[in-house]
C-alpha cells in the first residue's frame, strides 16, 4: 500500500489502548517495569550492550528514549523514504546537530554545499570550529573534479568525514546532485573510514524527493514544515540504516534532545494530511509561479518549475531527484529593500512571517531575517540580496493568493 494510505493507522494496536481509534498522548516520563528482568533486558538493548535476539521488541523504558507516540512516528516517517529506521527531535536544528555531532570529531574536515538554511549556516560555520572541525564548501555548478580539487585543497582530504548538503537550498532554489555528492564521497572513503552523505531534504519534504534512493546515508527534516504542516509544531526527523540511526538515536538520549509526547502526536495527526496538503501546495506554486513569471514588478523568479534544457546540468538534477516543481518559491522585486518590504507590508492573506511548507501561504525576506547571519559578500554571490522576498505556498484557493500577491506588488 502507498504511505498515504497507512498514515492513519500503521504502528497502532488499539487493543493496547482501550480500543482508542487514535493513538492517545502518552504523557509520562517513564514506564512501568513487568519484573526487574525485564527492565534489564530493556536497558541492554536501549544502550547497545546487547544486540536485538530475534523476535524480541524493544521495550517502553522513558520517555527521553522511547515513548509509543513518538515510536509510532518515526515508524510512520519511514514509509515515505522507505528507510531502515527514523529518530525523531524536538526541532530541525536538533536534528541537524545530533548528526554533525555524532559523525565529525576535531581535526576533521566537513565538506558542504553553499547555501544552507541560516541556522545550519551558523552552527557549521561558526559553532563546529570551536571543536577544532574544518569546513571546506562548495556551490552549485561546481563539477564533482572541482569539488574533489576544493577538498584536496583543504589540506584536510584524508580527514574528510562528511558530505552535508541541502537540495533545493533554502532560499535560491539552487539543485545540487545527490548522486555525485555520493562518489565525491566515496571518493574520499578508505577501508577503515567512510564518508556519509547526509541531506537536509526539508524543502521537499518526505514526498517529493528520495535522497535516500540517490545515494544519501541520511536525510534530514525540519518536520516544522511541510511534515508538521499547520505553523504549531517545532520538531525534527533524521532517517537512514539502522546502523547509522543506532548511532544518532544513541547520542540523542544522552543529547537529551527526543521530540514530546504531545509533538509526537501532533505530528501523527499532521502525517494523515501530508499528502493532501503536498499535492494542493505542489499546484498552487505552479499557478503562482507562472503568474510572477509575467508580471512586469517582478524581476527574476527562483522556481524549479521554470528550469528548462537550457538551463543545463540544473533541468538533469531536476528531473533526476524532484517529482515535483516545489511549494517553495523566492523572486527578485524590481527595486531594492525598500520595494520588497513595501510588497512585503502590503500583503493581506498571506502572512509576513520566516518558516515553510504549513498551510497558510507565508513570505519573508531571507537576506534580513533567515539567512541575515549568512556572510554578506557570500549572500550576495549566492543571489540572496536585499531585492529578494521568499514565498512559501500555501493550501489556499490558488486565485486567492495570486490576488494577494497582485494586490501587494500594486503597492510599490
Ligand atoms: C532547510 C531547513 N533546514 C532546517 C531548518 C531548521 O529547522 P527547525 O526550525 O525545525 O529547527 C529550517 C528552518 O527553517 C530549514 O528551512
Known sequence: MKPESLMMSYGYKPELSQGAIK?????????????????????????????????????????????????????????????????????????ITTVLLEFL????????????????????????????????CFSVGQSKEDIIEIVKKSGHADKLAMVYIETPANPTNDLIDIAASKSIAQHFSTSEKEVYLAVDNT???????????????????????????????????????????????GLRTFLGNMASPNTGWLLLRSLETLKARMDIQAGNANKVAAFLNNHPAVEKVYFIGNLSEKDGEQFHIKNRQCLTNGGMISFDIKGTEKEAFKFLNALKLIKLAVSLGSTESLAEHPATMTHVDVDKSLREKLSITEKMVRLSIGVEYYEDIIFDINQALEKI
Open 105 to 136: 570529531k576535531p581535526g576533521d574536515l566537513l565538506l558542504i554545499s553553499n547555501p544552507v538554511y541560516g541556522g545550519s549556516d551558523h552552527f557549521i560555520k561558526k559553532i563546529l570550529p570551536k571543536f577544532g572541525i574544518h569546513i571546506a
Open 203 to 249: 524543502y521537499m519534504g518526505p514526498l517529493w524527493q528520495h535522497p535516500l534512493k540517490h545515494g544519501a546515508d541520511l536525510v534530514l527534516y525540519s518536520a516544522t514544515k511541510y511534515i508538521g504542516g499547520h505553523s504549531d509544531v517545532i520538531a525534527g526527523a533524521c532517517l537512514g540504516s539502522k546502523k547509522l540511526m543506532g548511532r544518532i538515536k
Open 23 to 95: 493513538c492517545p498522548i502518552f504523557q509520562t516520563s517513564t514506564f512501568v517495569f513487568k519484573n526487574a528482568e525485564e527492565g534489564k533486558a530493556f536497558f541492554e538493548v536501549a544502550y547497545g550492550l546487547r544486540p536485538q535476539n530475534e523476535g524480541e521488541e524493544m521495550g517502553l523504558i522513558y520517555s527521553r528514549i522511547n515513548n509509543p507516540d513518538l515510536e509510532i512516528l518515526e515508524n510512520r516517517l519511514t514509509l515515505w523514504d522507505e528507510a531502515e529506521e527514523c529518530a525523531v527531535f524536538e526541532s530541525g536544528m536538533a536534528a
